[in-house]
């Protein structure tokens, strides 16, 4: 039995969430664990994660965390050809990589305010 074409883009769009997430990660692990920073290795590594993400045909996200990954990403491309300082780029795209994660992490944890008050009326 053949896969229906809503089962056949759901996997796509996996599968380009999966390339966005290892381009991103690819890139703010060399940011963070590299000692010299260079312009040049860093046109080199965006080059390089680009060949993956590039065999992916982009698709449509509708979370808000996966739309935020996606424009960071394209900043990030974006970045391959400024004239900024590669410290600059480097403190701008952890920064906004650290935003997205406590965006993610936000919803993940809650935080009880309040918990003795919530125990008062039994006493």
């Known amino acids: 039995m053949a896969a229906s074409n809503k089962a056949i883009e759901n ?7 999966r390339a966005l997430e290892r381009f991103h990660n690819s890139i703010i692990s060399y940011l963070l664990n590299t000692p010299e920073l260079s312009m040049e290795r ?17 698709m449509p996200l509708y979370k808000g965390e996966l739309q935020e990954l996606q424009k960071l990403v394209k900043k990030i491309i974006a970045f391959k050809d400024s004239d900024k300082s590669i410290e600059d780029i480097k403190d701008n795209i952890l920064y906004s990589s650290n935003q997205l994660d406590k965006n ?20």
């Open 104 to 123: 993610k992490n936000a919803r993940r944890y809650k935080k009880d305010k309040h918990t003795n008050s919530k125990y008062d009326e039994w006493e």
């Open 11 to 17: 996997s796509n769009r996996l599968r380009y969430i």
């Open 42 to 58: 860093y046109t080199k590594k965006i080059d390089n994660a680009l060949k993956v993400l590039n065999r992916v045909e982009e």
